[in-house]
């Protein structure tokens, strides 16, 4: 059955069984026998959820929308729209008159409207998107700087950190070589030393909230940096140590002969120019000649000391002796030069004795043979 065809009564049964929610807690909040016919009900139910309907709104709503002072020209322009699609017999020449009085006054896009007028809404809208991307340009460049500026901030922020994490700025620009730390130094003096001197300790400050909770100065009682990278302790023993104090923990100089060593030694090798290179070379081949040679010295037969020589052993020997000459000719090889010769005036005592051992040296390829 059809249920725009149904009577008034079936109507009231049927329809509420479409109700849910507000409309269903409405309609059960009712009397009994509160409505009579179909048409009552329409009525009550009209009256009830009239503020609930969504009303369509009119020109006087668009006139209400007014540019913020930091809101862009596309945020203004779509916020217009959005409101002008719910407004129904609305002309584009109305529109064009309340997004011109929506703008805010004396923005480089009002000046340019209000000194060249667009003649319809499109003209208007184009315009606005040639200020549009000026905007977003002008934004994206003050972002830039901005992002500049933040790293600059955090690269200042990163040179105080370093400059607070080695303590306060030094009064020397360098100090005597110490064989220990100042830490040591200050541990054993403060209370001798230092305080004959009348040094005086900084007083305990508040802590940066920013200070470096790992390190911690035991001069200045406070975190931050530590104890041995603190300029103003270190100024101190200077002070002391130029005032002739604290002499036992300034580091040993070294002796001026080993200084001179080792700077001899460091010094890298001057370049030689091409005479002295020749000088030094010539001296060294002069140095070599007048080098005595070097010797070499071999033992070629003879008897061994065990035992002495026997008569057979004494034989072959004198054999050897006198076939030399027939091993090894005389010939004219070897013209001008003198013969090797032995005469009995070489013999010890007169007679031949072979346990007396000869010496035989002669100048061969440069060596004492």
């Given amino acids: 059955m059809g249920y725009r065809g149904a009577q008034g009564p079936v109507k009231c049964r049927i329809f509420p069984l479409t109700l849910k929610k507000a409309a269903l807690s ?180 508040k802590e940066k909230p920013n200070a470096d909770k790992s390190k911690y100065c035991h001069f200045h009682k406070c975190a931050g940096h530590e104890t041995d990278e603190c300029f103003h302790l270190k100024d101190v023993i200077e002070q002391l140590i130029q005032k002739g104090k604290l002499t036992k923990y300034v580091k040993a100089k070294p002796r001026s002969g080993d200084r001179r060593s080792r700077s001899r030694s460091s010094r890298p090798p001057k370049k030689e120019s091409a005479s002295v290179a020749q000088h030094d070379e010539a001296a060294r081949a002069s140095e070599e000649k007048s080098r005595p040679p070097p010797v070499a010295m071999v033992i070629s037969g003879g008897f061994s000391d065990k035992g002495g020589a026997s008569i057979n052993s004494a034989k072959r020997k004198l054999r050897e002796t006198m076939t030399v000459s027939t091993v090894f000719p005389s010939s004219s090889r070897h013209k001008g030069r003198p013969p090797l010769a032995f005469s009995d005036e070489d013999l010890v005592n007169g007679r031949p004795n072979h346990l007396i051992p000869l010496l035989v040296k002669a100048y061969m390829a440069n060596f004492d043979v």
Wanted: proline share 3%; hydrophobic share 30%.
């Fill in 26 to 205: 409405w309609f059960q909040s009712l009397k009994k026998n509160f409505i009579g016919s179909w048409t009552e009900f329409v009525d009550q139910f009209s009256a009830h959820f009239t503020a609930s309907k969504v009303q369509p709104k009119s020109t006087a709503a668009l006139a209400a929308i007014q540019q913020r002072k930091d809101e862009s020209i596309r945020d203004y322009v779509e916020r217009f729209n959005k409101e002008a699609i719910l407004v129904k017999k609305c002309s584009d020449e109305m529109k064009l008159y309340l997004l011109e009085q929506g703008l805010i006054e004396g923005s480089l896009f009002s000046v340019d409207i209000g000194v060249d007028k667009p003649k319809t809404l499109n003209e208007f809208l184009k315009r606005a998107q040639k200020f549009m991307n000026y905007e977003e340009k002008l934004m994206a460049s003050k972002a830039k700087g901005k992002t500049q500026e933040k790293a600059g901030g955090q690269r200042e922020d990163k040179s105080r950190r370093e400059k607070e994490s080695r303590g306060p700025s030094k009064r020397y620009d360098e100090y005597t070589p110490l064989n220990t730390t100042p830490k040591r130094i200050l541990n054993e003096c403060a209370n001798t030393e230092f305080r004959d001197a009348g040094v005086k300790f900084p007083q305990k400050g």
